[in-house]
RNA sequence: GGAGGCAUAGCUCAGCUGGCUAGAGCGCUCGCCUCACACGCGAGAGGUCACUGGUUCGAGCCCAGUUGUCUCCACCA
């Protein structure tokens, strides 16, 4: 037991964190196993970027999910959360390239593909488990054991699986499309990897002369770069200012060569000057308009970005640099009419940033009308339900207007598209295995397709490729479909809608029933965290410094699905000093105690049963806001249940019943409530923060117990005692009323007061005696039914259904004092009105329910009381 | 152009299916090193819940509109 006394005053996270994660994940409680017995519950990990570092999002996103976990674990579920890690094509390889780059001064194609990928699995063995270490550090309960890679053997099978079968469908095709295209990572992008940003530009008019007379059209453009591209003009077929040029042809300025004047109603009359320039091979619209019409499709772009062979005199010249020469040479050459200021969206690479190109490549898509159809219905059936509910008409509507997906990328790293070209005969043969025949002409000069599938292909079979699809092993059948999919709103389109789509269609199944989605975690100015503005605050600094429970319980509090949450150290701080405050809780409870168990006890007090049923309505609470996904609201209730009910009232309350001297049947009796309440507040808070839940629960149980094994505390009906926890809330009231009267008067702390209660309920305050002595600083009690005769020179305080008086003769000010009781008199009187007010009104009685109605009766009668008290206290004056 | 979020105390935010005198943290004021904790204890000050109208016995919450602000989607060259 001395041991138990040394314990420091402040709770150390570093003497025990890692030493706890140790233990658990020794003992195998993170494991999740198929089990009949049990129900599963699964949470698959939105894989981080295997080469990434642990940021405050994760730290975000992991809490969350490890909070879900451990509750439902505790619960008695065969609680899985499947870790793993996204091979991230882009991100990685251009890190890659990087330190090739300035370690070697090198780039992949001086090293060739095989060896460079070579390299980037040497860089992924290499830092790819720095991230699951730092997840490690957070808490998060993951089955190690499982941890998979999207690049892993079995995933990579699966990749091939749903290629080959989507194809097989026609739901894969390859095609030669307009998508965009970033010169800098030299390589396809889907749309949603576009992010489009407003940016300062030009409207520059140039004219173009008609074939064959004076006259001329003048059209607006903001990229003169492409017009060697430029294949025809547009007019609306309704605008009479062109209708006589319909059918004529117009000279392309520059290139010098005739393109032709058609109609289409795409063109608005009323923006620039009504005539639009067409070039089908690098803008969407015109690439329609390109198709419509049948015109030329010429490519003037190379894949870096550079004006290519086509681009005539501006060839070799890098895109921006041939805006400026055409602009210039236009307008030397007399064509350019006049430039205005214009303000435009232009889409950038949601990688590097840079301006993407659209252009006319030939790609793999995935057709997505056919599988959006299932992955709608899924979600407006209910089967696949989002948290906070307005993200399903976000995801609905992006659903009901996506495009074909381009899954091609011209990368090095990630899943080669499994089709192959037969050199002999120009046949293509996608499939699983690999081809070293044709099957058509038996050739066997055979080259698979260079590209890669963007990253979130794999990412979209995630929880189920992640359980050994395509095969049928027992942890699909168990743990499949997966519970909760938590992640943020930034990556719906990415990736929760592409996983409800390839679910419904490979799994016939929605991939999880709930979609979690938090916001973004901000700075304490509500910025966004980003490297280029150096306003990230390392996840793994907080922890080192606060202890990860603090980091965790400041990532889950005053915050609400869907929104965004502003970090600051103070919070921070504030929920340090919270471990703290339980740490001395603890402290205080090991430090009396001597019972072997915390066995309740037959008989209770007034605040045991106070704490006890004020326990029970939280473990209620707590279980329903956790089960509604209010984590927020659930932790905000543990917070002001620890600190407010149970250390500034129940433990004080305790207080004269242990210690020296005291009755040993009333401390065994405290002591068994303390640890009672302690230990399940413990549990309930555990889910947020792991550690120091398990250091008080191993003090106060042993060290080789854990209470990650232990059962989720149940609501007890037994321990309901709505009665006398009304009655010690008058007990508390009369007590915050003397404190108030104390400090009011600037009685100082050393000054004992005398305490004359009056009231009817004599036996209430007798009982309550010990603890009005301890905490309302009386000396004596005297419980009266009637007040005393002679109440010269006492002040008096009211508070619910007693009044207390007390003899401070020398501090007593009448005039003063008539005053305060004068003001709580009419504050009194005017809440009287008030519900007199609403039960006048029939419409009130009629209609309210009869609770609620009930409930306004019983406060005017604990009203009226308090305003006799009060005019009598007055009279008395 | 379309959709959505947010607007509540000085600051940052909770407030579940409408129901007592709207809460917390930080900050502020006053008093306390009270034998778990000064990372603490006690007592306070501070709010026309953005605005207007409506529904209702009753609105911070529901409906319509207005203003401000942020975001997403679309992409009129």
Redesign the pocket.
């Known amino acids: 037991m001395s041991q138990r006394r040394e314990?420091p005053?402040?709770?150390?996270p570093r003497e025990c964190e890692d030493r706890l994660y140790r233990y658990w994940e020794e003992s195998g409680f993170f494991n999740a196993e198929v089990n009949p017995d049990k129900k599963p519950f699964t949470i698959v990990i939105p894989p981080p970027n295997v080469t990434g570092q642990l940021h405050m999002g994760h730290a975000f996103d992991e809490t969350l999910q490890d909070t879900l976990i451990r509750f439902k674990r505790m619960q008695g579920y065969e609680a899985l959360w499947l870790p793993g890690t996204d091979h991230a094509g882009i991100a990685t390889q251009i890190k890659v390239e990087e330190a090739l780059r300035n370690e070697e001064g090198l780039t992949r194609y001086d090293l060739g593909r095989e060896e460079f990928v070579r390299r980037v699995w040497e860089w992924k063995e290499k830092y790819g488990s720095r991230i699951l270490s730092q997840l490690r550090k957070l808490g998060s309960s993951c089955d190690w054991r499982r941890l998979r890679f999207t690049m892993d053997e079995g995933l990579s099978n699966a990749v091939k699986e749903v290629f080959v079968d989507l194809y097989s469908k026609g739901l894969i095709y390859k095609g030669s499309r307009i998508i965009n295209w970033c010169p800098h990572c030299r390589t396809a992008l889907s749309?949603?990897e576009?992010?489009?940003?407003?940016k300062p530009g030009h409207?520059w008019h140039v004219r173009y002369p008609i074939e064959g007379s004076d006259e001329y059209l003048v059209?607006?453009?903001?990229?003169p770069e492409t017009m060697m591209g430029d294949t025809g003009i547009?007019v609306?077929p309704k605008d009479e200012r062109y209708r006589h040029l319909i059918g004529k042809r117009a000279i392309l300025p520059i290139m010098n060569r005739s393109i032709p004047i058609f109609a289409d109603e795409?063109?608005?009359?009323?923006?620039?000057?009504?005539?639009?320039?067409v070039?089908p091979c690098h803008?969407?619209?015109?690439f329609e308009m390109g198709q419509r019409h049948n015109l030329e499709f010429i490519l003037v772009l190379d894949e870096d970005g550079k004006v290519n062979e086509n681009g005539g005199p501006y060839q070799g010249m890098d895109r921006l640099e041939c805006r400026k020469a055409i602009v210039r040479d236009l307008e030397a050459q007399g064509y350019l009419v006049k430039t205005e200021d214009?303000t435009?969206?232009v889409?950038t690479c949601y990688r590097c940033h840079t301006d993407v190109e659209p252009v006319t490549s030939a790609q793999w898509f995935v057709k997505m009308a056919p599988l959006a159809k299932e992955a709608i219905r899924a979600v407006e059936d209910g089967e696949v339900r989002f948290v906070?509910e307005?993200?399903t008409?976000?995801y609905t509507?992006?659903m009901e207007?996506?495009?074909d997906w381009c899954i091609s990328r011209q990368l090095w790293w990630g899943h080669q598209i499994p089709a192959y070209y037969c050199d002999d005969c120009g046949h293509m043969e996608v499939s699983k295995t690999p081809v070293t025949c044709c099957p058509k002409c038996g050739g066997s000069s055979i080259r698979q397709d260079e590209d890669v599938l963007d990253t979130w292909f794999s990412s979209a079979l995630w929880p189920f490729s992640t359980l050994g699809w395509p095969e049928k092993t027992p942890e699909l059948e168990y743990f499949y479909p997966t519970d909760v999919l938590v992640t943020g709103?930034?990556i719906?389109?990415f990736w929760v809608a592409r996983m409800i789509f390839s679910a419904m269609e490979h799994m016939h199944e929605p991939p999880f029933k709930t979609v979690y989605i938090h916001g973004l975690v901000?700075d304490?100015?509500?910025r966004?965290m980003s490297k280029s503005l150096g306003n990230g605050i390392d996840p793994l600094e907080i922890i080192d410094k606060y202890g990860a429970d603090a980091l965790r319980f400041t990532l889950i509090?005053?915050?609400?699905?869907?929104?965004?949450?502003?970090f600051?150290v103070?919070?921070v701080?504030?929920?340090?000093?919270?471990?703290?405050?339980i740490?001395?809780?603890?402290?205080?409870v090991l430090?009396?105690l001597t019972v072997p168990d915390f066995a309740l006890p037959e008989t209770l007090s007034l605040e045991d049963k106070w704490i006890l049923h004020r326990y029970n309505e939280l473990v209620r609470?707590v279980t329903?806001?956790l089960d509604?996904f209010?984590l927020?609201?659930a932790a905000?209730k543990l917070?002001?249940f620890i600190?407010?009910s149970?250390?500034?009232?129940y433990?004080?309350l305790c207080?004269p019943r242990?210690?020296e001297g005291a009755d040993p049947a009333a401390s065994e009796q405290a002591q068994r409530v303390l640890g009672h309440v302690l230990t399940g507040v413990m549990q309930l808070l555990h889910p947020f923060m792991p550690y120091i839940t398990e250091q008080v629960w191993q003090g106060l149980r042993g060290a080789d117990s854990s209470i990650m094994v232990s059962q989720w505390p149940q609501y007890d009906e037994k321990l309901c005692f709505a009665e006398e926890c009304r009655d010690m809330e008058g007990v508390m009231d009369v007590?915050?009323a003397i404190?108030?009267r104390?400090?009011?008067m600037?009685v100082?702390?050393?000054r004992r007061a005398e305490l004359i209660i009056v009231t009817a309920r004599g036996d209430l305050y007798r009982s309550a005696e010990p603890v009005l002595k301890k905490?309302a600083y009386g000396s004596h009690v005297t419980v009266l039914a009637e007040a005393p005769e002679d109440t010269a020179g006492m002040v008096s305080v009211v508070a619910g259904t007693a009044r207390v008086y007390m003899p401070m003769s020398d501090l007593v000010d009448t005039e003063k004092e008539r005053q305060r009781l004068q003001k709580e008199l009419d504050?009194?009187s005017g809440?009287i009105a008030?519900?007199d007010q609403?039960l006048q009104?029939e419409?009130?009685v009629?209609?309210?329910?009869a609770?609620?109605v009930e409930?306004?009766k019983?406060?005017r009668r604990?009203?009226q009381e308090l305003q006799a008290r009060l005019e009598e206290s007055l009279r008395q004056l």
């Open positions: 314990l005053k402040t709770y150390d749309d949603a576009v992010e489009y940003v407003e409207l059209i607006a453009t903001t990229r547009a609306n795409y063109v608005e009359m009323d923006f620039g000057t009504g005539c639009v320039k070039t803008d969407p619209n015109d214009y435009h969206n889409g906070p307005r993200f008409k976000i509507n992006w207007n996506v495009h709103y930034d719906i389109f901000r304490a100015q509500g966004k509090t005053g915050n609400s699905p869907g929104n965004d949450i502003r600051s103070e919070k701080e504030s929920n340090r000093n919270f471990c703290n405050k740490w001395n809780a603890s402290r205080f430090m009396n609470e329903d806001n509604r209010e927020g609201v905000d917070y002001s600190w407010d149970f250390c500034d009232w433990i004080e207080k242990l210690g007590i915050r404190r108030t104390r400090a009011e600037n100082p702390p050393t905490l504050n009194v809440q008030r519900i609403k009104n419409k009130f009629q209609k309210a329910p609770q609620v409930g306004e019983e406060r604990k009203l």
